[in-house]
């Protein structure tokens, strides 16, 4: 029988590790969820970070040696940061009913870019995600960095993606008049 899961802080105060931590106790923080607890970081953060690594190690309580050995075998796990900002679409089912597709084609359109790549410019990687556990009170469901953006529109995601992305403009526009 295995050990009482101890209680592990979060690598910070970040919401996304709330929906981590949902996934670590639906799987009542068995060691053999390591590979799905990892796809669910990586969704949401768009990569896997040392702290995230070590987290999911302690909780799981799973060597850490063993963790960085499943992040760094498959190929579908990245420890590179993609974008600036990133955005994850949730495609989940309730999410999809909701009107989840036509947000994400608002975003492909708005960025110019389509799941699983970055502007190139470095300023938006664009992420998809099946579910957040965020669908009873927000579907459809975005993240954006992160903040999550539910009962999401077209409108307001647009708004927000060209945000981002001109963000990067008036950076550099500043950065021309120094
Ligand atoms: S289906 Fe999108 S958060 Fe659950």
Known sequence: ???????????????????????????????????????????????????????????????????????????????KPPGKHTCVDCTGTACYIKGAPAVLRAVEKAAGIKPDETTADGMLSLLTARCLGLCGRFAPVMVFDDQVAGKADTESITKRVLTYMGSECESLASEEHQ
């Open 1 to 79: 029988m295995l050990p009482t899961p101890k209680v592990v802080a979060p690598p910070s105060d970040d919401k996304r590790w709330k929906v981590v931590d949902g996934m670590m106790q639906r799987h009542g923080h068995h060691p053999d969820a390591l590979i799905e607890v990892l796809h669910t970081v990586q969704e949401i953060f768009g990569f896997l970070t040392e702290d995230g690594l070590r987290y999911v190690a302690a909780s799981l309580r799973v060597p850490l040696s063993k963790v960085y050995g499943v992040a760094t075998f498959y190929h579908f796990f990245t420890l």
